[in-house]
């Protein structure tokens, strides 16, 4: 802000001239909002996205919450755009898919080729989050595990098995989620930490530790080398 033209007037923000006049800068943005409005199937709802727990706004600039879906009974999904029944018939094919990849990687002998595949499939079963029951979730992560640390044995090279960072996180984001609900309707009877939670984190510490193992092997002279804390 300042006077137009060749003058020697000095030029101030407007939140400093707004503060000098005595006049409110803060800025109040909107709450955000879900999907589709939930396809009026649903409620929309605030949480915290590192505790899971509810708040009671969630401004456009708060990285630290996000909008959900609470669906009217019957339906599901992110935005409550699928019936219940359909996403229970969804779940179930995708939790028998599962279990097939799961007996595959026991029978099958592990090379760079088929732990390339393993991961791959991983990759496209764990893809529609909403699909992806806890038991699968938790099967995901042991395939996980025993592809990466056949990989590290192998000297498979870390773009060959890529796609198992976002299998993990789908797996972890579903396991999470689960354990959070569980936790906050048994809290009043509690208080010590659920002991799944801790099996969820040291198995998840595990495999980032053998990602860390494959990504080694392909580092070099001069590159980093990969630090799980």
């Not at 529609?128 to 044995?153: G, W």
């Not at 595990?206 to 990602?211: A, Q």
Request: hydrophobic residues 40%; contains cysteine.
């Amino acid at each position: 802000i300042g006077d137009s033209g060749p003058l020697n007037s000095l030029c101030m923000s407007l939140a400093v001239l707004q503060a000098q006049q005595g006049q409110s800068t803060v800025v109040k943005y909107a709450n955000k909002t879900c999907s589709h409005d939930c396809f009026h199937q649903g409620r929309c709802y605030f949480i915290n996205v590192n505790t899971l727990e509810t708040v009671p706004e969630c401004t456009l600039d708060d990285a630290s919450c996000s909008a959900k879906c609470q669906c009217d009974a019957g339906y599901a999904g992110d935005a409550c755009d699928l019936t219940q029944a359909d996403l229970d018939a969804s779940t179930s094919v995708r939790d028998a898919l599962v279990s097939n990849l799961v007996s595959l990687t026991q029978g099958e002998e592990p090379s760079v080729e088929s732990i390339s595949g393993w991961v791959s499939g991983l990759a496209m079963l764990t893809a529609v989050k909403n699909e992806v029951s806890l038991e699968s979730a938790a099967s995901a992560m042991n395939v996980a595990q025993y592809s990466m640390s056949n990989a590290a044995t192998l000297g498979a090279s870390a773009t060959t098995v890529s796609a198992v960072l976002s299998a993990t996180d789908v797996a972890l984001t579903v396991t999470t989620t689960s354990t959070s609900k569980a936790q906050r309707r048994l809290r009043h009877l509690a208080n010590s930490v659920d002991p799944s939670t801790a099996d969820s984190v040291n198995k998840t510490r595990d495999l980032m530790n053998t990602i860390g193992l494959v990504v080694m092997n392909d580092l070099v002279l001069g590159q980093a080398a990969f630090v799980s804390a």
